[in-house]
T-cell receptor, first 115, second 112 residues
Framework: AQKVTQAQTEISVVEKEDVTLDCVYE???????LFWYKQPPSGELVFLIR??????QNEISGRYSWNFQKSTSSFNFTITASQVVDSAVYFC????????????FGKGTLLTVNP | EAGVAQSPRYKIIEKRQSVAFWCNPI?????LYWYQQILGQGPKLLIQ????????DSQLPKDRFSAERLKGVDSTLKIQPAKLEDSAVYLC??????????FGPGTRLLVL
C-alpha cells in the first residue's frame, strides 16, 4: 500500500521568510513518481513538479526548490523569500509505475504567508 | 491551451436526490480521473479511465456512484441517491499518456 505523510498541518510565516514543507512517503514499488500540487483558495489544484524515483537530483524553479532523498523516503519542498500569493494548501502525492498511475495524496499543509 | 473544464461549479441537493457532474479534459489527454476531496483532506481517486475504458474503480461506491466516458473524451459522474457524507469537492483531472495530472476547478457538492 502507498502512503504519504505531511506532518505539518499548518504553517504560518511572515513575508520574505523561507519555509520548508515536509513530505514522507511509503511504497513497495521500485518505480514511482512524486508530485507537489498547490491548492489556492479558489480550489483548483495546480501542478508544481513531478519526480521519478530514479532521479534524485534536487530541482530549483525560481523561488521553489525540491529535495528528494530516497534514503529517508522524503520529498521536501522549500519556498525561498515567501510571498503572500504563496498562501495555499500544498499537497504532496505519490503514484506507482505500471498501468495505474493513480495519485495517493497526503493530507496537505496549509501555508499562510502574512504581510 | 484550454484546461480541464468542469460543470457545474456548485450544487446543493437534498439527500436521496440524484446529481451529475460533467468533465471535459484537455484535448488529446487519454487518461481521465475523478477524485473526491472531503474538506480538510487530500483528494481520493474514485475512478480512472484510459480512453473510454475503466482502469481503476476500486474506490468507487458502486451502489450509488457511476461514471462513464463516452467516446473517450467527456465524462460524467453520477450519484444516485446522494447521502450527507457525499458532500465534497469532486475533481476531474486528465493526463497525457499517464503523465502528470492536470486538474479542473472542481464541483462543490453540498448534500442537505
Amino acid at each position: 500500500a502507498q502512503k504519504v505523510t505531511q506532518a505539518q498541518t499548518e504553517i504560518s510565516v511572515v513575508e520574505k521568510e523561507d519555509v520548508t514543507l515536509d513530505c514522507v512517503y511509503e511504497t513497495r514499488d521500485t518505480t514511482y513518481y512524486l508530485f507537489w500540487y498547490k491548492q489556492p483558495p479558489s480550489g483548483e489544484l495546480v501542478f508544481l513538479i513531478r519526480r521519478n524515483s530514479f532521479d534524485e537530483q534536487n530541482e530549483i524553479s525560481g523561488r521553489y526548490s525540491w529535495n528528494f532523498q530516497k534514503s529517508t523516503s522524503s520529498f521536501n519542498f522549500t519556498i525561498t523569500a515567501s510571498q503572500v500569493v504563496d498562501s495555499a494548501v500544498y499537497f504532496c502525492a505519490l503514484s506507482g509505475g505500471g498501468s495505474n498511475y493513480k495519485l495517493t495524496f497526503g493530507k496537505g499543509t496549509l501555508l499562510t504567508v502574512n504581510p | 491551451e484550454a484546461g480541464v473544464a468542469q460543470s457545474p461549479r456548485y450544487k446543493i441537493i437534498e439527500k436521496r436526490q440524484s446529481v451529475a457532474f460533467w468533465c471535459n479534459p484537455i484535448s488529446g489527454h487519454a487518461t481521465l480521473y475523478w477524485y473526491q476531496q472531503i474538506l480538510g483532506q487530500g483528494p481520493k481517486l474514485l475512478i480512472q479511465f484510459q480512453n473510454n475504458g475503466v482502469v481503476d474503480d476500486s474506490q468507487l461506491p458502486k451502489d450509488r456512484f457511476s461514471a462513464e466516458r463516452l467516446k473517450g473524451v467527456d465524462s460524467t459522474l453520477k450519484i444516485q441517491p446522494a447521502k450527507l457524507e457525499d458532500s465534497a469537492v469532486y475533481l476531474c483531472a486528465s493526463s497525457p499518456n499517464l503523465g502528470a495530472q492536470y486538474f479542473g476547478p472542481g464541483t462543490r457538492l453540498l448534500v442537505l
